[in-house]
């Protein structure tokens, strides 16, 4: 008889699976199993020595290298957004919107690889847990050939609309000038336009003219995700999960700039902004007022670029950036510099992420983008205004005014030359996969049953700057 000792050394079995490919021979050896009690001890031991690593390393070593460091929950989230962030994304990685689907906790499920989703990512960890951020579907994601705006379901095209952009015009022409099968129904009087849905009385544009100033009059990024979802709620009676399709204008910053300057000298003043971010104003304190009295009436362009609350200065890198990720309004949260650092990325990264932007200095690219992307055709031509009087205003600056007001501009200046390159690539990238280019191109806007242009003209309207119900 075998000795039971020697039973007990190992046993060996012939492995007839994957593992054979791993092991000499296909031959496993089976080891006699230590007592139970000095396994616990082991796992136990193990246990305590990574638990205490990870609080000796999060807590007690230099801040540039721990996770877990003492530094502000806001600053780190804003060096998620350091990567790659004064360079164009590639159009592969221009991903980061997601469905609506009313999570309570504010979380978006993008995929956290995809640097066109790190805003709404880093942005987590500075807002509350009540606070809803709907960054809408990305470009991208536009772009799958199994994409389709859906009219007739629940899809949204939310307007960014950014003053002195050409943002009026453009509004104009979404309620106006679209080939749709159920056309948007005008209200001359009270500038507002019903665009219901096909089949029911839904809208599915949120604009100013279609829906009204819901989120604030010129609401921003911040405020418009955080708003629309609630505001289409009641506005319909009903939750529904909807997908949001967010769109914008940029224009020339220098130009936009002294459009605006002229616009608020002739009596513009924006008093129906709300300026809400994390759930509340921006305060008299954070914003104080750059004039006394109802407006700022006949301001020389000194005093106008003097005042450093006066939000037309960088006003588009503000307007498209998270601003939670930079503590509202309050200036005093972050040094200055890594706060325009962090709105300059910031609004890199959701502009990447939108599903359409145009540039007013590229009518005409802009128009076959939009339709491309939306497959959506308009009934009129954009046109092309190169010559406006706040290009003659430029022209006519000081050098020592230029000076000043491309200082007071210069994130807007690096993100309008950041969407230029983005929009070439989006151009050439459309352009290739339209084998009818040509013809396409060369006749943008001409179908045969509509008539008349709406015009595109940056320095008269007056209309969407005194009231806040247009």
């Known amino acids: 008889m075998p000795n039971n000792l020697d039973m007990h050394k190992n046993v060996s079995v012939q492995v007839d699976s994957d593992f054979a490919l791993l092991l000499p021979s296909g031959v496993y050896e089976i080891k006699k199993m230590e007592?139970?009690?000095?396994?616990?001890?082991i796992i136990f031991f193990c246990l305590f020595l990574a638990i205490a690593g990870i609080i000796g390393f999060g807590y007690f070593c230099q801040d540039q290298v721990c996770a877990l460091s003492k530094r502000a929950v806001l600053v780190q989230s804003s060096d998620m957004l350091t990567y790659n962030e004064l360079q164009p994304l590639p159009l592969h990685q221009q991903s980061g919107g997601s469905y609506n689907n009313h999570n309570t906790n504010g979380n978006n499920n993008?995929?956290?690889?995809?640097?066109?989703?790190?805003?709404?990512?880093?942005?987590?960890?500075?807002?509350?847990q009540n606070i809803i951020v709907n960054s809408g579907l990305s470009y991208e994601d536009v772009l799958n050939d199994d994409f389709q705006f859906d009219m007739d379901g629940h899809d949204v095209m939310v307007f960014l609309h950014i003053q002195k952009t050409g943002?009026?015009?453009?509004?104009?022409?979404?309620?106006?000038?679209?080939?749709?099968?159920r056309p948007c129904e005008c209200q001359r009087q009270r500038k507002r336009c019903y665009c219901f849905r096909p089949h029911r009385n839904e809208n599915w544009l949120f604009s100013r003219y279609s829906t009204g100033w819901k989120c604030g009059l010129h609401a921003d990024w911040t405020e418009l995700t955080s708003c629309v979802d609630?505001?289409?709620?009641?506005?319909?009676?009903?939750?529904?999960?909807?997908?949001?399709?967010?769109?914008?204008?940029?224009?020339?910053?220098?130009?936009?700039?002294?459009?605006e300057y002229r616009h608020v000298r002739r009596g513009a003043t924006w008093k129906g902004s709300r300026h809400w971010c994390l759930g509340r104003q921006a305060t008299a304190s954070e914003l104080p007022p750059c004039y006394k009295g109802k407006d700022w009436l006949d301001v020389d362009l000194d005093q106008f670029a003097g005042c450093e609350s006066?939000?037309?200065?960088?006003?588009?890198?503000r307007m498209l950036a998270d601003l939670a990720l930079v503590g509202c309004y309050n200036k005093s949260s972050m040094p200055a510099h890594e706060r325009d650092r962090v709105m300059?990325?910031?609004?890199?990264?959701?502009?990447?992420?939108?599903?359409?932007?145009?540039?007013?200095?590229?009518?005409?690219?802009?128009?076959?983008?939009?339709?491309?992307?939306?497959?959506?055709?308009?009934a009129i031509p954009f046109e092309q205004h190169n010559t406006t009087i706040s290009a003659t205003a430029v022209h006519n600056l000081r050098p020592d005014q230029k000076r000043r007001i491309e200082k007071l501009n210069s994130l807007d200046i690096e993100l309008y030359a950041y969407a230029k390159n983005l929009l070439f690539q989006r151009f050439e990238r459309l352009k290739a996969k339209d084998t009818n280019f040509e013809q396409r191109y060369a006749n943008l806007g001409n179908i045969y049953f509509k008539q008349g242009v709406t015009e595109f003209n940056w320095d008269s309207n007056l209309e969407d700057a005194i009231s806040t119900d247009h």
């Open 35 to 41: 007592p139970r009690s000095k396994i616990r001890t």
């Open 110 to 128: 993008n995929n956290n690889n995809n640097m066109g989703g790190s805003t709404a990512i880093a942005s987590k960890a500075s807002q509350p």
């Open 167 to 181: 943002g009026t015009s453009f509004g104009r022409h979404l309620v106006r000038d679209l080939d749709l099968k």
């Open 230 to 259: 609630v505001e289409l709620d009641k506005n319909e009676g009903e939750t529904a999960k909807r997908r949001y399709f967010y769109i914008s204008l940029l224009r020339e910053p220098i130009s936009r700039y002294m459009s």
């Open 310 to 317: 006066n939000l037309a200065a960088n006003r588009q890198t």
């Open 344 to 378: 300059l990325a910031s609004a890199k990264r959701n502009l990447a992420a939108m599903a359409y932007f145009g540039l007013t200095e590229y009518q005409k690219m802009s128009q076959y983008i939009f339709e491309e992307t939306f497959n959506l055709r308009f």
